[in-house]
């Protein structure tokens, strides 16, 4: 009696279980509307796992004309991002028919840009707007994640945005841009700095307006000044430099290699004679003279780029370890100690100086 009783219970709690079962199922299903479809379960496993297991590439183009420290520093930011960082440089054509043209060709800024230490792969001529094409190419032939660019708007001859299909496409991102500096900004301290310059000089000071001034939509006068051109008073704060720095120093008997210079206006002439001279030892200590001196030995209108501009833009280099902000001009005993003290705790191999 008992076990035909304790059955019946069984099977009374197993109907009741199923009504309930299903009538969250209907639930679910009418509230629910159409399910959405989805990958299959071994399909979407391995989509996880290769996301999960392989470094996130961002990518990020730009011009890169007259490549200063800003250029630098959104590559810093970019990279920060992923963990590979692949870099488009616009062709000379395209920056032309977008705004004007370039001062540094193509093979210039493509040398500066592979320069710089945050960046793993440079692709040459990319289009200035990112196209469907373009970009679903970035994504399936690179493995491009997210498509990087400044909070500048950055806007086509007809008005639309440039970065319009990737922000769709939910793979956009989006950096601070470095205030304080331009290429634009650049150029005008460059037209500033001669415009007292001789009279024979006008016609080359005229051409580079000219030339600048083509496509821009500049308002530069004949006396230098533009909208926004002043004399730098660029401050770097300590975090924004230990952010460019690299943050080690020459292991016990690294050949230590010492070049100084002004370093103005950085471009690709500084990149190979740093790339030199990184070669000839384990740990570059690059040297970075004061304004004061540079004006002294090549002219009251120089440097262009102050002393903090200029060091931000040697620490970018890939083939520098370390600066010394203002150096003396004159290499010193005293100095050589000074460097072996604060450069590391162990004994320095031999000390290089490149002059």
């Known amino acids: ?26 639930a679910l299903h009418l509230g629910a509307g159409p399910a959405a479809p989805s990958l299959p379960p071994v399909e979407a496993l391995r989509r996880r796992f290769r996301r ?19 250029h630098c520093n959104a590559l810093r930011q970019a990279r920060a991002l992923g963990d590979e960082l692949v870099v488009g440089v616009v062709s000379d054509d395209e920056i032309t028919a977008n705004k004007g043209p370039p001062v540094t060709p193509l093979h210039e800024r493509m040398k500066m840009v592979r320069a710089v230490k945050w960046v793993d792969d440079v692709i040459p001529d990319a289009p200035y707007a990112i196209t469907e094409d373009f970009m679903n190419k970035l994504f399936n032939e690179y493995n491009i994640d997210y498509i990087i660019h400044g909070d500048d708007p950055c806007l086509l001859p007809d008005g639309t945005d440039a970065y319009a299909l990737a922000k769709k496409a939910g793979r956009y991102k989006q950096i601070k841009r470095t205030e304080g500096v331009s290429t634009t900004d650049i150029v005008g301290r460059m037209l500033l700095c001669v415009r007292e310059r001789p009279v024979s000089d006008n016609q080359s000071h005229s051409s580079l307006q000219r030339q600048f001034s083509h496509g821009h939509g500049q308002n530069i006068d004949d006396s230098g000044f533009g909208n926004g051109t002043k004399i730098s008073h660029f401050l770097p704060t300590s975090r924004r430099i230990v952010q460019f720095s690299n943050g080690r120093g020459p292991g016990p008997d690294s050949r230590v290699v010492y070049i100084d210079g002004a370093f103005d ?21 690059v040297g970075i003279h004061t304004d004061q001196t540079i004006s002294s030995t090549r002219g009251p209108h120089r440097p262009i780029m102050n002393l903090h501009e200029r060091s931000l833009s040697v620490l970018a280099c890939r083939y520098v370890d370390e600066v010394i902000i203002g150096a ?7 100095m050589f100690v000074t460097c072996e003290l604060g450069l590391s705790l162990g004994k320095l191999g031999p000390l290089i100086y490149i002059c």
């Open 328 to 334: 003396p001009w004159h290499i010193s005993k005293d």
């Open 1 to 26: 009696m008992d076990s035909a009783s304790s059955s019946a219970r069984t099977v009374a709690a197993c109907v009741i279980g199923g009504i309930v079962l299903g009538a969250s199922v209907v």
């Open 265 to 285: 206006l950085f471009h690709a002439g500084h990149v190979e004679i740093l790339r030199l001279a990184r070669g000839l030892g384990d740990f570059l200590l």
């Open 52 to 70: 999960r297991h392989r470094p996130v590439r961002v990518y990020m183009d730009g011009c890169f004309d007259m490549m200063h420290y800003g």
